[in-house]
Structure formats: structure tokens, C-alpha cells
């Protein structure tokens, strides 16, 4: 019984990094049509600038976050406004764009901060574990857990209760005709490209206590987040948050029976299974037309 | 792809590439430089195989460093083989006997024989496309989600072999590598011979390429690139030639993996991690994805000028820092690559010389053309 809690507390912890780091992710393709390989080092840069605040600065993990948010929400806002504005009538080519990008913030970051490896502190309030239905859990990934729940719930508000969301739905479906009743599109994707970006600083900020922060730890997560958004399609929320259960689940599950490798690899090998046989069911629409 | 008016430019291109690349071992007898040449070289079939993927055929893989290192590691695996009796003795590998393996895995048996290996070198990576690109293009998977796709398998295979530290020497590769003796010909990785041969090599990988890119097949494969939905009514069996295209390009990546091996003495996990394959697509993208020479030359020109400056890790760097920020002003500004250069300031020199400022002559409109339909393919719907 505690063998079975355990296991599902774990997948649960996965589920809930993954969906806190593919929420941007998701976010930034299912409105501009972006794939953003340079996710990744967003999120790089949101466990560098915890680290950045915490050494120089003894501003501690959780107060940080707005900060955090605010920084790498910035550096999205930039990157949207100086590059992937020129690239929304060539979507393939933003994939190489944001990779290019992913350089240009990974190799700043070598060569500011230096290749070796960071450690961000837990904050020691949460170092603890609860008792929980007799097993004990980390307080830390509980916390992480409730924060990635009240920023699904703060996603959601903002785009489905507020004026902005209102706008930013209407220039997801259809930017010629939203442009028509005055909504400033240009604006839009640009919050919308920083909103995302700083989600996936505040997923990294989250993360960095846990790993090791390294200029080149962004890619394993994005490509996990990529998985996610593959299987569960990008057009809702929905999809997102229930293929991050699924395979937080999964993952964990096999790599409780094997390891993380062979994890990964079975996943993937689903994955690709999948697809040969519920396109449609797994993708959005955007992908038949290609 | 060349337009008519510059095709023999184009020729001409071809035949000095080869002549320079064929008579260098005149000038150069320092088996270090010849070594670094021929390092370049071997970049430049790699970046030429994506090229005939993602140029021709509109198959953006992001993860051709798979077929590249597992193509390298058949090789290394042959070459390990042979080594057998003087490091270990008999039985296994040396780096095998270190994790306690006592027999010799089933998978290494073949390996034995250099035919199987040369062979395997180019099969195995275009089986795993196959395979991939069956479940793949069948389901009509296209664009962005390939690119994503490839990825991920890179990574997934990249941790499978480091994971698999006993059969496949984990972190460290497989190292201190016998040398490769073909119809007695010693291919020690400083010599003349390995040079010529990647060179060759890169000869036969570009007459491959444009057998293929002027066959009928590879039209199919262009228009694929551009209309995937107009040829598939035209009655094609799309996902046939995306995969075959994909395949291709995955057993050229093993070969010039092999080759790598030779080169470098060892094959390594490294050689299949996300930097490599990030690198190929900046050679392929700035040598001008749209041209094999132009693919291949990225990459000779690209490794060349970082191998010519430096060798420090700081200033490499530094180095990719560069090449990011010419990536992102490529993919921006010039989306066929450096090579289209060619191609515009040969147009603009020809309706100068047609009086300057008039309307465009003929000549120069089927070099607009593709232009103009490269952009449109990429338009979302």
C-alpha cells in the first residue's frame, strides 16, 4: 500500500515538473504557432537567475520567483520583438530561429556565469517531509506540486476571465479579423511570448534545487515538454495537463520496474507507436496543415 | 537547386570543389593538417546527407547525429574487435572484461567480419529511419512534429548508449581502436589514404546526391518539399518518398560516421549528442540547405575557420556564440544560405548588363521563382 502511494507520489512529482515546464511551451505554440526550442534555456536562465540572486544578492527561492518570472518574462518579450516577429508566416524556420536562439543564451551564459556546475539552496522551511497516509513525502515537491496547480489555475483565469485572454483567443483564431475590431495583435504575441518565457523561468527556478543547474540542462526538459505537447495536442489546456499526468505516470512507473533510461526510451517508443495510429486524435488540427 | 542560367556555374563549382579537395595532399604532407582536412570533410558529408533530406525532400531532422554515431560505432565496434588478442587476450573487449561481461554479446559477434561492419555502418541508421519514418510519415506527420520527433529519438538513443556502458563503453566510447586494413591499404587516421578516401567519399556522396535530386524521384521529392498535399492527389504515395529520402540521407550520415571513426580513433557518445546535430543543421542551413555543394561547403568552410582559429575551449565558446547569431541572421535574411549569394548578385549583375533598372528579363525570372515558392511552403495554411 505505502509501496503503491510512493510510486504514485512520484509520478505525480514528474507529472507536475512536466506540466509546469510544458505550460509555456504550450501556451506559445497553441496561440503563435511557435515551436520554441529555446524553451529550454529559458528555463536555463530561470535556475540561473535563481542561483544569480541567491549568491549575490541572498534573495531566497520563493520570494525570487516574481523575480525570476519578471527577468526571463523580459528576455521572451526581447527575443519576440527583435526575432520571431519576422518569422510567423515560416513556421519551420522558427524552429531553427529558437534553436539559434537557445545558443545565443546557453553560450552567454557560459561565458558569464562559467560552465561549472550551480546548486541552488532549498529554502530551508521546506527541506522537511510530511507524513502522508503513512509514507513520507518531500515538502519541497508538494510545494511544487500546489504552485504548479495555482499557476494552471492562474493560466486559465488569464485566458479565459480577463480582457487580455479575451483578446489573445481572438488573435488565436483568427489575427486578421481580431486586428479588424482594433485588437493590437503585435502586442498580444509579444506578452504572450514573454508570458510563456516566464513560465518556463519560474519552472526552472523551481527546478535548480532539485538538479544541477548547467548551462546545457534546458534540453532534456524541453524535449520531454515536447513529448508532452505531442501526445496531448496543444489546442487546450486540458490536453496539456492530462498527457503530464499520464506520462509523469508512466515514467515513473517504469522507471520504478527498471531506470530512467530505459524509462525515456520506452515512453518515446509509445509515443512514436501513437502517432502512427491516432494522428488526429493526439494532434491539432494545425498539423494537416502543414 | 540550380536555375537554369547558372547552371554551369554550378558545374564549374562542383569541379573545382573536387580538384582542390583531390590535389591538397600535394601541398600538405603534415598528417596532422591532413587529419584536420579530412575531419572537415567528413563534416561536410554529413551536412551534405541532411541537405538531401531537408532541402529536397522538406524533412527537417534534428537528429542526424544518430545515424552519424551509430555509424561510428560499427565501425569502432570492428576495429575493437581486432584488438582483442593483444589487449585482453581473448574472449572480449577490454572495456568489457572492466564490467565483469564474460562472453561476447551476441550483436558484436558479426562484427567480426569488415564487410558486415561497412555494411551495418549504413544499414543499421537506415533501419532506425525506416522504422521511424514508417510510423512517421505514414501518419502524415509533417513539418514541425518530424523536427520535434527527431530530436527526441536523438536524445533517447544518445541515453540508451550511455546507459548500455558494458557493450558500448558508456560515457568514454569506444577507444584504443586497431587500425583499418583494406585490400592492403593501411588506413591510419594521419595518412594520405584516410584523406583521400573521405574525400572520395564526399565525391561519390555529392554524384549520389545528384543522381538522386535530377532523377525522377527526386523531383517527387522537391515537390513533395513544396506542395506535399497537391502530389499526394497527383496520385504519389508521399510517406514512400519522404522515407525513402529519410533513409538515404541516414545511411550517407552512417557512412561518413565510419569514417569519423577512422579519423578521430575512437567513437564516442559525443558523436551523437544534440551539439553535433545542432551543428549540422547551422553548416547545411548557411552553406545553403536549397544546394548539396552548398550544404557540404557550410560545413568545410564553418569547422575550417573555427579549426584555423582556435582550439581553446574558451574561445569555442565564443565560437558558438558567433555561429548562433549568424544561424539566427541566416534563417532571418538569407533562407537559402551564403550560397544564394551567388545566385542574387548574378542576377543583379544580369539586368544590370540587360539596362540596369528595367523590368526583369527572363532570364532572371525563374531565379525568383523558386525563391518566391520556397517562402510559400513554409506558410501556414
Known sequence: ?290 | MSTRHSSRAWIYGYIAVCVVMLALPLFVSDGYLLNKFARYIIFGILSLALCLSWGYAGILNLGQAVSFGLGSYCMAMALKLRTIPIQTGGGVPDFMSWNNVKTLPWFWEPFHSYAFAIFAGMAVPAILAFLLGWFVFRARVTGVYVAIITLAMLVVVNLLIIDAQSYTGGFNGITDLTTLKLFGIAFDAYSKATYYLAAFSLIAALLIGLAIIKSKTGLVMQAIRDDEMRVRYFGYDVAHYQNFAFCVSAAIAGFAGMLYTLVMEFASPTFLNVSISLSIVIWCAVGGRASLLGAALGAIVVTGVQGSLSDSPKFLDTWMLIMGALFIAVVLFLPKGLVSLIDIFEQRFRKQAAGGGGPLTPTALPAAAPAASELRQDEVG
Open chain 1, 1 to 290: 500500500m505505502a509501496d503503491t502511494i510512493n510510486q504514485l507520489s512520484t509520478g505525480l512529482s514528474i507529472a507536475s515538473i512536466l506540466l509546469l515546464v510544458s505550460l509555456g511551451l504550450a501556451i506559445i505554440y497553441g496561440t503563435m504557432g511557435v515551436i520554441n526550442l529555446a524553451h529550454g534555456d529559458f528555463l536555463m536562465l530561470g535556475a540561473y537567475s535563481v542561483w544569480f540572486l541567491q549568491t549575490y544578492f541572498g534573495i531566497s527561492l520563493i520570494p525570487g520567483l516574481v523575480l525570476v518570472f519578471l527577468m526571463v518574462g523580459a528576455v521572451g518579450w526581447l527575443v519576440e520583438k527583435t526575432i520571431i516577429r519576422h518569422l510567423y508566416a515560416r513556421p519551420l524556420d522558427t524552429i531553427l530561429a529558437t534553436w539559434g536562439i537557445g545558443i545565443l543564451l546557453e553560450q552567454s551564459v557560459r561565458l558569464g556565469a562559467g560552465a561549472e556546475l550551480r546548486y541552488v539552496q532549498m529554502p530551508p522551511s521546506l527541506t522537511s517531509a510530511v507524513h502522508i497516509l503513512g509514507t513520507d513525502q518531500s515538502t519541497y515537491r508538494i510545494f511544487i506540486f500546489v504552485l504548479t496547480v495555482l499557476l494552471l489555475l492562474a493560466t486559465y483565469g488569464l485566458i479565459f476571465k480577463t480582457s487580455f485572454g479575451m483578446r489573445l483567443r481572438a488573435v488565436t483564431q483568427n489575427p486578421e479579423i481580431a486586428k479588424c475590431f482594433g485588437v493590437n495583435a503585435s502586442q498580444v504575441y509579444s506578452l504572450t511570448f514573454a508570458y510563456g518565457a516566464g513560465l518556463a523561468g519560474i519552472a526552472g527556478a523551481l527546478i535548480s534545487p532539485l538538479k544541477s543547474v548547467s548551462p546545457d540542462m534546458g534540453i532534456g526538459f524541453v524535449v520531454d515538454a515536447f513529448m508532452v505537447v505531442v501526445m496531448g495536442g496543444v489546442e487546450s489546456l486540458l490536453g496539456t495537463v492530462v498527457s503530464s499526468g499520464l506520462l509523469g505516470e508512466l515514467s515513473g512507473g517504469i522507471a520504478y520496474l527498471t531506470n530512467d533510461t530505459l524509462a525515456k526510451a520506452v515512453v518515446f517508443t509509445g509515443i512514436v507507436i501513437l502517432i502512427r495510429f491516432r494522428p488526429q486524435g493526439l494532434f491539432a488540427v494545425r498539423m494537416r496543415r502543414g
